[in-house]
């Protein structure tokens, strides 16, 4: 008995140890899933279905933080914009915003001056900011970058008020010579004189309205609308027309070189507007008894031909502070220079707005002193073809930086060889 009573008594023993194991081990199981659960909220499996796809296809910046603040989900653009850093949210307005809305479910909107990541110049980035509750524990915030939408703005404002400064120069100097020709009245050489003056301003005035014209339509319309097949030869013509009579009274030759049978394929009167403009400029800032030289050529480049337009004057040049801002709206090198030549300072932006509408550019070489050559680099065409060549088509940006005239040092020496026209 007493054997059997021992046996019973292991039997249990050995059963409460074995359901002491279980139990322990079941437990053990259920804290390591509920361990996985807590792990899997930082996740993209704890988003809501669908809600990745939407994010991915959004163009603003997205970033879903869980109830600890931890970045569950973040676009590419949030990380190139700085906003997430280490795996957290790195703007602090953007996280006091986030945590309040958590906190109320209420929609929040802000627009921020964020400090540019990577450089040390104190740029700033202008975003708009959005924060949303996602479902009941995640928070959703959307970022727009509106740096680029400001800086248009700004320009715009900028030209609005260059143009009302430049409009009224024109019309106060009207204003004023209009009255002194009222009170001068009886002396007829003082009405002439005012007279004069005021037909000057007035053709100013006009200059510059139609320069104003001209830029808005470079700017809005696309010259393949009614492109064509331009002969070089034509445009450089039509050019030199255009400035002859200010040429012969400087008594400036105007020497051309351009290589016969060049075509270009864009819009003419554009394309025309473009080279009168720098040769105009050449002739204006130019002493007397000098030599203002168009010269046209065909170079190869990587994504086709193109045709280079070079005008070279024997003028004032330009400093090394002043090319960079040479073609900006409404300015001018010398402003007293421009208002006695009766520039505007539109002429060089116009140029360079026709270029990139062609799909090319305009470049400068200067030197104070020794003059200046300009090109203009655009996409060849076929006049056999009856349009663009076959090597390049519109050629594009990446392929315009063949080195020609006008690059560099010693370029006003290199003049077309001449066909002087008086």
């Not at 008594?9 to 659960?37: D, H, P």
């Not at 819009?267 to 030599?291: C, D, F, I, K």
């Not at 073609?327 to 002429?347: H, I, M, Q």
């Not at 930086?401 to 006003?412: E, I, K, L």
Request: glycine content about 10%.
């Amino acid at each position: 008995m007493d054997v059997n009573a021992a046996l019973a008594a292991g039997s249990a023993i050995a059963g409460v140890c074995t359901g002491v194991v279980a139990m322990l081990a079941f437990r053990w199981s259920e804290r390591e899933q509920a361990g996985v659960t807590r792990a899997s909220l930082h996740t993209e499996a704890v988003l809501p279905p669908g809600v990745d796809t939407v994010l991915s296809v959004l163009r603003s910046s997205a970033v879903v933080l869980d109830e600890g603040d931890a970045v569950v989900k973040a676009s590419s653009a949030a990380y190139a914009l700085g906003l997430v850093r280490g795996g957290r949210l790195a703007v602090d307005q953007l996280l006091q915003m986030a945590r309040d809305t958590r906190r109320d479910g209420e929609i929040r909107q802000t627009e921020l001056d964020l400090p540019r990541r990577g450089t040390g110049r104190g740029e700033a980035l202008a975003v708009s900011a959005r924060v949303a509750p996602l479902g009941s524990r995640l928070v959703l915030l959307l970022v727009d970058d509106l740096t680029e939408s400001r800086r248009i703005e700004a320009v715009r404002r900028d030209f609005v008020a260059n143009v009302s400064h430049e409009l009224k120069t024109p019309v106060g100097a009207l204003s004023l010579l209009s009255e002194a020709v009222m009170d001068a009245c009886d002396d007829p050489e003082a009405v002439q004189r005012f007279a004069g003056r005021m037909q000057a301003e007035a053709t100013r005035l006009t200059s510059l309205v139609q320069e104003i014209i001209d830029l808005s339509r470079v700017q809005n319309d696309d010259p393949l609308e009614d492109s064509e097949p331009v002969a070089v030869d034509d445009l450089v013509t039509e050019a030199v027309e255009r400035c002859r009579q200010q040429a012969a009274t400087k008594q400036i030759t105007i020497a051309t070189g351009a290589t016969p049978g060049l075509y270009i394929w864009g819009s003419r009167s554009q394309l025309a507007a473009a080279l009168g403009n720098l040769v105009e400029n050449a002739v204006n800032y130019s002493p007397a008894r000098t030599r203002v030289g168009i010269a046209g050529r065909a170079v190869s480049a990587a994504g086709g031909d193109l045709v280079e337009i070079s005008v070279t004057d024997q003028g004032i040049g330009i400093s090394e502070k002043d090319r960079d801002r040479i073609f900006e709206r409404f300015y001018r090198v010398d402003p007293a220079r421009s208002r006695a030549t009766g520039g505007t300072g539109l002429g060089l932006s116009i140029v360079k707005h026709v270029a990139a509408s062609h799909g090319g550019e305009v470049t400068v070489w200067s030197a104070e002193g020794q003059g200046s050559t300009f090109t203009l680099r655009l996409p060849r065409a076929s006049a056999e073809r009856g349009g663009r060549d076959g090597r390049g088509g519109r050629g594009n940006r990446d392929g315009l930086s063949t080195p020609g005239a006008g690059t560099g040092p010693g370029t006003p020496a290199h003049l077309p060889a001449p066909e002087v026209l008086p």
